[in-house]
């Protein structure tokens, strides 16, 4: 099994910076794609970033210029800068990746438990 873990959500007011990190863990034969995406209440969960296994990057454009993805392949980990954070960021952030467990598999989705982001006006 693979499991992903997420840290450094919080409380911030408006204009500050968070940094999430996700760390991947257990069966892992390599990891594709790795992102986040976020929840608002009564809303649908929605891409953030995303960043390939080679480092290119996707953002939403509402996250343009204050967000930042990066990702460590030796440590399974992507992390999330966000800068310059409004209101409208409060959420769940939830990590995802694309993980084979075995050379033969497929990657499969995997999804972090969610960090809670509050942003303060």
């Known amino acids: 099994q693979v499991q992903l873990v997420e840290s450094g959500g919080g409380l911030v007011q408006a204009g500050g910076s968070l940094r999430l990190s996700c760390a991947a863990s257990g069966s892992i034969f390599s990891i594709n794609d790795m992102g986040w995406y976020r929840q608002a209440p009564g809303k649908q969960r929605e891409l953030v970033a995303t960043?390939?296994?080679?480092?290119?990057?996707n953002y939403a454009d509402s996250v343009k210029g204050r967000f930042t993805i990066s990702r460590d392949n030796a440590k399974n980990t992507v992390y999330l800068q966000m800068n310059s954070l409004k209101p409208d960021d409060t959420a769940v952030y939830y990590c995802?990746?694309?993980?084979?467990?075995?050379?033969?598999?497929?990657?499969?989705?995997?999804w972090g438990q969610g960090t809670q982001v509050t942003v303060s006006s």
């Open positions: 995802n990746a694309a993980v084979k467990t075995r050379a033969w598999r497929t990657f499969d989705d995997y």
């Open positions: 960043v390939t296994s080679g480092g290119r990057t």
